[in-house]
């Protein structure tokens, strides 16, 4: 198993290859099946809004280890529009399109980690991480 996989995002498929990608690393590293799944949820969020607002992006899959438990980072990034009001975009309840209805607050729920950086404009990056359970 690869340590790291970049995925272009494009299209649909290739929100289907992240996922995919994800759930491989994630069971060599054994993640339940649970958390395979919320982790695959997430990236389709945050994936398909690089479809949906920027066009194309990507999303950067690593493998951590901190301690007794590994993790997987997914880092989704594009140069699109960014997001003009990050604090309205973070209530639940809240879209812009024909997303899975997660939106950012529901994925942030998904995983361990959440962090957003965007710059209207220029793009967004978004950093997830799930850890495997001790």
Request: net charge negative.
């Amino acid at each position: 198993m690869a340590d790291d996989a970049r995925v272009a995002i494009r299209t649909d498929a290739d929100v289907v290859t992240a996922r995919q990608e994800a759930r491989t690393m994630g069971a060599a590293l054994g993640f339940s099946s649970t958390d395979l799944t919320l982790l695959a949820t997430a990236i389709s969020e945050v994936a398909r809004n690089i479809t949906a607002y920027a066009g194309e992006g990507e999303v950067l899959l690593r493998v951590l280890h901190d301690g007794g438990r590994a993790g997987i980072e997914v880092v989704a990034s594009d140069a699109g529009p960014g997001i003009t009001d990050v604090e309205l975009a973070m209530q639940d309840g809240y879209t812009t399109g024909n997303g899975l209805g997660l939106g950012l607050p529901g994925t942030r729920r998904l995983v361990d980690e959440f962090e957003l950086e965007t710059t209207p404009g220029a793009g967004t990056r978004i950093r997830l991480v799930k850890w495997t359970r001790a």
